[in-house]
């Protein structure tokens, strides 16, 4: 059981980064597969020179969740709907509740719906239907976390306590560690992650100057992975 075990925790790695890859083909099929296929080709990449083949870690399943989150940001940005806005608050929590550098996704979730309200904020009646939908979804990610340590909330504080008084790091290191990882690659994962990075936060710039609608087309795109990156 043991090492059948082991070799199940080896696989999710790579068939997480095939389900990512599968997920940006979908997505940008609607606009051109080059996106995808560059994106692609930069994960798998990334994958190779930075993981261990003996590795068996869950944490992909915080990159899945995260690429997910990008989508319903997206929808919920493009369709208005409180359905979308509730993927978005499950989405963050559940993302937060898989691993500890994950927590800055629900603060991401936030200021993307500020950035909705800030483009929509003629339309009280509109925000306060999609914000029900939004904090209905936070909350019951946050339900889902707790029912699934069976609500012992004191063992969670007494190890998250144990974690920031025993680790060799402290929780803000921790999280700096971790951008350093991210950024920290090199060869064609690199060029492509800053090029496009770069590239990105200049169209966003830029969409300020656009219309209305052709500016909430570019931050629905953009809002919830630059603010992440950031």
């Known amino acids: 059981m043991g090492d059948n075990s082991i070799a199940f ?6 068939v997480g980064l095939v389900s990512i890859a599968i997920i940006a083909l979908w997505f940008f099929r609607k606009f051109s597969l080059l996106p995808g296929i560059i994106f692609s080709i930069a994960l798998i990449s990334r994958a190779i020179h930075s993981t ?11 990159s899945v969740c995260v690429v997910l989150f990008f989508i319903a940001s997206y929808f919920a940005f493009t369709k208005k709907s409180a359905r979308w806005w509730f993927a978005v608050g499950l989405l ?3 993302t937060a509740t898989t691993h500890l550098v994950a927590l800055s996704i629900i603060g991401v979730s936030g200021l993307v719906w500020l950035l909705f309200i800030f483009e929509h904020r003629d339309s009280l009646k509109l925000i306060k239907k999609l914000s029900l939908g939004y904090s209905l979804g936070l909350l019951t990610g946050i339900a889902i976390f707790f029912s699934a340590i069976g609500f012992r909330l004191h063992e969670l504080w007494a190890f998250l306590t144990f974690y920031n008084s025993k680790a060799a790091m402290s ?11 991210a950024w920290a690659s ?14 990105a936060i200049l169209i966003a710039t830029a969409a300020t100057r656009f219309k209305k609608d052709e500016r909430i087309y570019i931050w629905s795109l953009l809002s919830a992975p630059l603010l992440t990156a950031v």
Do not use: E
């Open 52 to 62: 261990s083949p003996i590795m068996a870690r869950p944490d992909i399943a915080v």
């Open 171 to 181: 929780l803000p290191t921790v999280f700096l560690r971790h951008l350093g990882i």
């Open 92 to 94: 963050a929590t559940t």
């Open 186 to 199: 090199s060869g064609f994962s690199y060029v492509a992650g800053v090029t496009g990075f770069f590239t």
């Open 9 to 14: 925790f080896r696989m999710l790695h790579p």
